[in-house]
């Protein structure tokens, strides 16, 4: 239900086809509802009343608030999921999914956050006017519990936001000191334009590393900020009235629904993409897709993009009558299967299922329409009872034998 939900909703929607839109909260927006103006200065909220308006009053669009998805299977073109709502739980059967779980910035206890007032991060401090019309000198640590051991990653979209925030701070006011303690500004594209805007405006930037991190300290002055400034080769104390903290992006909690849908995740928990170049916006199952912070910590401008590519990718599925599958796949010999259940356990993508034939007895039936002919279930197979369709123990036997 933030920004990226609400694209693909409505790409779908205007089409003509109709869309579930499930939202864990009480509201649409998301990650969003927190920002006020892109690095562009693009209005967020006015764009976001707009989509809200939109979704609301699009008859093709169901909102389901307060919700969450509790079982899923099926495949492409055939899924059928089970959400709880308020009301109860709801079946719903559906041609393709999309994952637009979204993300949110990490908390900390570094540098006094929760301890002192005049500490904030990312967007809390453009709810301190007051606070910062007031101030002398506000500062910016970047890299908060990111890029370190336990989060290894960059969260992309840390070092413009920054640079947005401290430019309007310093627009506003030229003699207000500003300055932004930094492992690497990484602004990539167009945004390297407020980097170099940021210098021109005389804000000032100090470099740190992990082994010389900032120590923060509050004093009855305000908050004192002890750096190492490698240009300098030593030790510099920053007097600032504010400090604002650019931790980490980490997505909701993705386990649980990577697991219903049988989809793989990182190491950081986002949403893994089949390829990054050639499928960017797919999973390796067919007809389930994902975009907007899920996938990796992105621009709003970015989100949007892969949203309307995840709509449109699941348009070439939903406009067809039919689904074409590959010829490879898996083909169970029910007189060998003995119904252990290893090849349900180890197959991917959900291809395998157990079946009860007759009570007591269950044997593994596969899905030929989820099955992307990986073979994972055939070599693990004790008895034998699984063939990859032409690529048959017997056929690849003939091919040696005929090699050699």
Excluded at 1 to 20: N, R, Y
Excluded at 25 to 36: C, F, M, P, V
Excluded at 138 to 150: H, K, L, M, T
Excluded at 207 to 215: G, Q
């Amino acid at each position: 239900g933030g920004l990226a939900g609400m694209t693909t909703a409505l790409s779908l929607a205007d089409q003509g086809f109709p869309v579930t839109l499930v939202e864990k909260g009480q509201e649409l927006g998301g990650a969003a509802r927190d920002i006020a103006h892109t690095w562009r200065g693009s209005d967020v909220s006015q764009a976001l009343s707009a989509y809200q308006e939109r979704i609301v009053n699009n008859p093709q669009i169901e909102v389901l608030t307060g919700s969450e998805i509790l079982t899923a299977g099926g495949y492409v073109g055939n899924f059928q999921t089970t959400i709880a709502t308020p009301e109860g739980s709801k079946d719903i059967e559906h041609g393709v999914t999309i994952l637009a779980t979204g993300g949110k910035a990490t908390d900390t206890q570094e540098y006094l956050y929760g301890q002192s007032d005049r500490v904030s991060k990312w967007h809390e401090l453009e709810s301190k006017q007051e606070a910062i019309q007031a101030a002398n000198c506000v500062a910016f640590i970047q890299c908060v519990g990111s890029r370190d051991e336990n989060r290894p990653y960059c969260s992309h979209i840390c070092c413009s936001t920054s640079l947005t925030q401290a430019i309007a701070i310093k627009e506003a006011d030229p003699a207000k000191q500003v300055v932004i303690i930094y492992r690497d500004i990484r602004t990539p594209g167009q945004k390297e334009l407020l980097y170099k805007k940021a210098r021109q405006l005389g804000i000032i930037f100090i470099r740190f590393d992990l082994e010389h991190k900032p120590y923060v300290q509050e004093t009855d002055q305000g908050l004192e900020i002890e750096v190492f400034d490698p240009v300098l080769q030593q030790k510099v104390i920053v007097q600032a009235d504010l400090l604002n903290l650019a931790t980490a992006i980490e997505p909701h909690p993705t386990r649980e629904l990577a697991s219903v849908f049988k989809l793989a995740v990182n190491d950081e928990q986002f949403f893994m993409e089949a390829h990054a170049k050639l499928r960017p916006v797919e999973f390796a199952s067919d007809g389930i897709f994902v975009c907007g912070l899920a996938h990796y910590p992105k621009a709003i401008e970015e989100s949007i993009a892969q949203a309307q590519a995840a709509a449109s990718r699941a348009m070439t599925i939903l406009a067809q009558n039919q689904v074409q599958i590959s010829p490879l796949i898996s083909q169970i010999e029910q007189s060998k299967c003995i119904g252990c259940g290893l090849c349900v356990e180890i197959c991917p993508f959900g291809a395998i299922k157990a079946e009860e034939i007759e009570e007591g007895v269950t044997r593994a039936v596969n899905i030929p329409a989820s099955c992307k002919g990986c073979g994972m279930c055939a070599a693990s197979c004790p008895q034998h009872a699984i063939d990859m369709l032409h690529f048959r123990d017997a056929q690849i036997e003939a091919c040696i034998e005929a090699a050699v």
